[in-house]
């Protein structure tokens, strides 16, 4: 009968994850993908636009999911605490999940071939911080402080990501991003104090 089709991209995700720890990702080819999953090129391309957009999975729709976080805080909360809070659950996984995350995270931050599309994901990523801060300050997103709080959260959420890949028998990844963003968390809510604004405390 032959190999069964996949048929949803979680599953046409893994099944690529599987190639890409056997072959590496350079090696493997759309071609290899999708004759492995049973289906033809075309077919691949409806689930994914490239390579590189498969290991990234749907993250425009978990960007909107980080932004609805941001947004249904509470205006009383602090922005950098809303902030912590935000881009830790964002990073919450079934615990089923992990193993398949941290493949895709290895991948995204170790293949070369995959670091300009990921300063491309980056930005977006950033980008939600900025703007938050700048409606939380009344800044523009184009002013120092909100620039600088994007900057200085991707950095530390970037670090936590480096360190849980390297160490698996530490804590898990929540806590790290808990521990990083609460490390600059002092200085971020100095820099919003100084902003001057009513919404930066």
Do not use: C
Not at 113 to 137: G, H, M, P
Not at 150 to 162: Q, T
């Amino acid at each position: 009968m032959g190999r069964p089709r996949v048929t949803s991209r979680a599953a046409l995700e893994r099944l690529a994850f599987g190639l890409f720890a056997r072959q590496g990702f350079d090696e493997t080819t759309v071609d290899d993908i999708a004759a492995a999953a049973g289906i033809g090129r075309r077919t691949f391309f409806r689930y994914f636009s490239s390579k590189n957009d498969l290991v990234w999975g749907d993250f425009e729709q978990h960007l909107e999911r980080l932004r609805r976080l941001l947004d249904g805080t509470d205006p009383s909360v602090p922005p950098v605490e809303a902030i912590r809070r935000a881009v830790v659950e964002f990073n919450r996984f079934d615990p089923r999940e992990v193993p398949w995350h941290r493949q895709r995270m290895r991948l995204i931050l170790t293949v070369p071939t995959l670091q300009a599309d990921a300063t491309l994901r980056y930005t977006s990523w950033r980008a939600i911080i900025t703007d938050f801060v700048a409606r939380r300050t009344g800044l523009p997103p184009t002013a120092m402080v909100p620039l600088l709080a994007g900057n200085v959260v991707l950095a530390a959420a970037i670090s936590a990501y480096e360190h849980w890949l390297e160490r698996e028998d530490e804590p898990g990844l929540s806590v790290l991003l808990d521990e990083t963003i609460g490390q600059v968390a002092a200085g971020l809510t100095a820099v919003l104090e100084r902003s001057g604004t009513p919404a930066a405390s």
